[in-house]
């Protein structure tokens, strides 16, 4: 591993130069040299500084999203798919120490490992640095694309509808305007209205799906705007 390689990469020096190299040390590469300590506290660790971080940051910055589309976004930024390509980006896999079988196997390149290297980093940087540190590196390798990952599809409609409105001083409300079918398969027509303006309309087989489609109908039209 080349210290100066990581130090460039990520932006943060080191003073235990130890922890560094701890975090790159994986378990099969520990179990291997007959070493007692691998990464996987540090990875431990670091789960818990990433969590917190990443709940604080959206906690502030969303203060109209409930608690449960607080929860879906943060298990997207956390998700070990998310964290896996931001240790790719960062080239950390060139820097693991892996046993002779987990390096013949790929494992520089498994989703899991990759992942498990960017926690256990974190982890390492919070006990040198403290939390600013932390926050820091969490800021600008997780966070930065922040934006990307709220405007997908990841929060219901309604959710972000919710939070425009809010933001406009505007309040929404959605309305049945028909049923059809059978009780055992009825459609639902709905409609979003805010401040007594008809904004969106949506079909579903339940009243949540409906509303879902009208809010989507009425954001699409804002964005258009």
């Known amino acids: 591993m080349t210290y100066d390689t990581v130090v460039k990469t990520i932006g943060y020096k ?11 040390t994986h378990s099969s590469y520990a179990n291997e040299q007959k070493k007692l300590n691998s990464n996987e506290r540090l990875e431990f660790l670091g789960d818990s500084v990433l969590s917190l971080v990443v709940t604080e940051f959206i906690y502030k910055k969303l203060p109209e999203i409930d608690e449960g589309n607080l929860s879906k976004l943060r298990a997207l930024l956390v998700c070990e798919t998310n964290l896996s390509k931001k240790s790719a980006r960062l080239e950390l896999g060139n820097q693991l120490k892996l046993s002779h079988g987990e390096e013949s196997s790929g494992g520089r390149k498994r989703t899991s490992i990759l992942a498990d ?9 919070y006990l040198d640095g403290g939390l600013d540190c932390a926050r820091k590196f969490i800021m600008t390798f997780v966070l930065n694309d922040f934006d990307e990952i709220y405007n997908s599809d990841a929060l219901d409609y309604k959710s972000r509808l919710q939070e425009f409105a809010q933001k406009k001083g505007y309040e929404i409300t959605y309305e049945v305007i028909k049923e059809t079918g059978p009780d055992h398969d009825k459609t639902f027509y709905m409609q979003a209205v805010m401040n ?22 009425a954001l699409d039209k804002f964005q258009t705007i």
């Not at 080191?14 to 790159?24: D, G, V």
């Not at 949540?208 to 989507?216: G, P, S």
């Open 196 to 217: 007594e303006s008809l904004v969106g309309k949506g079909m579903g087989k339940t009243k949540k799906e409906a509303e879902q489609n009208a809010a989507k109908e």
């Open 14 to 24: 080191f003073s235990n130069k130890n922890l560094l190299e701890l975090a790159f």
């Open 117 to 125: 290297t960017f926690e256990a980093l974190i982890g390492a940087i």
